[in-house]
């Protein structure tokens, strides 16, 4: 019979699903401790961890994947800076802002988040940098803020002359660059996690949902809810957006930054901004299916009723690909779906095009025609980031790690290509 005592401490503690991080990868970690702890067998060891709260958070330091980089998906605090708090801190030089990563590893969002602000010439005394991890280890690194080449990835590296200091080591973070940062170790699960704190104008939560269950997931965007800003920013990883949207919140329309907000009260009743305020809206009564039949994946994009195909002809005509995606995000599930669909047989195939289809699919739980979808993008546009962020996703989800693993690892050749 399995041993499953240890993989179920580690999910009830740190929500970490086993699957996630490959078979074997538990038990290695758990083997690991039992022999630096001089103790004989599993059930010592177990026994150990019911006693000892400092031996549960070592073997949470030998399992967490700390994997990061500076300016790992640049496009995330480009558009932080450009789109989101750039603008606001510009306008009025009494205002600041605060700011969220979690997890924060290592330490290399939270400074990136920095010096993209910095770059953009906001001085560091506007705004603060909350920085949390539940590794002890990740955190102690951050604080010394000393560096490797491992952490400085891709060709863009002159930020590094500008806010580093060259040390026989690494590179050491400059003082103006640590100023606004903050760090410190906590779990998003433990009872109370950041209670006092809330209302961050911008969180990073990246890379970190992908490694806990559906469960968990939606326990901790419960929490990342309750600490975001009501008109605050949230930035996922690439393969973590479909969940956003599955659990209510909208794109915030940035390209490739995976940024999200929250969801209007009644998004799915308004009628979307832009050209798409032309297409009379459906009447209210047709735009809810009773609930007890829709699909979880679907509690905020709703379904609404077929247009004719006349209606339908013309959106896909007059709307672009952008207005069809917002229709979707907009709850208008269904004439988008068919909206695409025009659109394809009109213009020909267009990888955004199938990715809205995909994206349809997967928020309506229909996996096997969304990785028809992606497929086709990937087939058509190799290197599509959103394409392969989804996929990996999916595949994770209906639990093929092997196939979700190799779509990671071609995600990550394409972010080196475009860091
Ligand atoms: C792959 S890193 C992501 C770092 C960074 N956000 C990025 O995208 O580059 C994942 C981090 O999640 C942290 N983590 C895992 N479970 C956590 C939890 N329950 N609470 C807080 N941090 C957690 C791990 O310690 C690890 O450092």
């Known amino acids: 019979m399995t041993d499953t005592r240890f993989a179920d401490l580690l999910e009830r503690v740190m929500g970490l699903s086993a699957a996630s991080i490959g078979p074997g990868a538990i038990e290695r970690a758990v083997d690991a401790r039992r022999r630096e702890t001089g103790l004989r067998d599993g059930d010592a060891y177990w026994a150990l961890l019911q006693a000892s709260s400092a031996e549960v958070q070592q073997l949470i330091e030998a399992v967490v994947v700390p994997e990061t980089w500076f300016f790992r998906n640049p496009q995330a605090f480009r558009a932080m800076e450009r789109d989101v708090l750039g603008p606001r801190l510009r306008a009025d030089p009494q205002a600041g802002a605060r700011l969220l990563s979690l997890p924060c590893s290592t330490g290399e969002e939270a400074y990136t988040m920095a010096m993209a602000l910095m770059e953009g010439g906001i001085e ?94 939606k326990q901790a965007i419960a929490v990342l809810r309750r600490l975001l800003a009501p008109d605050g920013t949230l930035f996922v990883g690439h393969s973590e957006a479909g969940l956003m949207r599955a659990e209510g919140f909208v794109s915030a329309g940035m390209a490739m930054a995976f940024a999200f907000r929250r969801a209007p009260e009644a998004a799915a009743l308004r009628a979307p901004a832009g050209p798409t305020a032309t297409v009379a809206p459906p009447p209210r009564a047709s735009l809810r299916a009773p609930v007890a039949k829709r699909p979880a994946a679907l509690r905020v994009i709703e379904r609404v009723r077929p247009t004719c195909p006349e209606t339908t002809r013309s959106i896909a005509k007059t709307l672009d690909l952008a207005a069809l995606r917002r229709m979707a995000d907009d709850g208008r599930v269904e004439e988008a779906e068919r909206g695409a669909q025009t659109y394809i047989r009109e213009n020909g195939a267009s990888p955004d095009a199938l990715l809205l289809l995909g994206l349809i699919s997967d928020a309506a739980g229909q996996g096997k025609a969304a990785a028809h979808y992606y497929r086709k993008v990937l087939y058509l546009d190799p290197g599509n980031v959103e394409a392969l962020g989804h996929l990996a996703l999916l595949l994770r989800r209906e639990g093929d790690h092997a196939g979700a693993r190799l779509i990671d690892e071609r995600m990550r050749r394409q972010d080196g290509r475009r860091n």
Not at 160 to 170: E, K, N, Q, S
């Open 124 to 217: 560091p005394h506007r705004f603060s940098i909350e920085a949390v991890d539940i590794s002890q280890h990740a955190i102690d690194m951050a604080r010394a803020g000393c560096y490797g080449r491992n952490s400085f990835r891709g060709h863009e590296l002159a930020f590094r002359d500008r806010y580093f200091d060259a040390r026989p080591h690494g590179w050491a973070v400059r003082d103006e660059v640590r100023a606004p940062v903050r760090f410190a170790q906590g779990n998003i699960f433990a009872p109370g996690f950041m209670a006092q704190a809330g209302g961050f104008d911008v969180i990073f939560c990246r890379n970190m949902l992908i490694y806990f269950d559906i469960p968990r997931q």
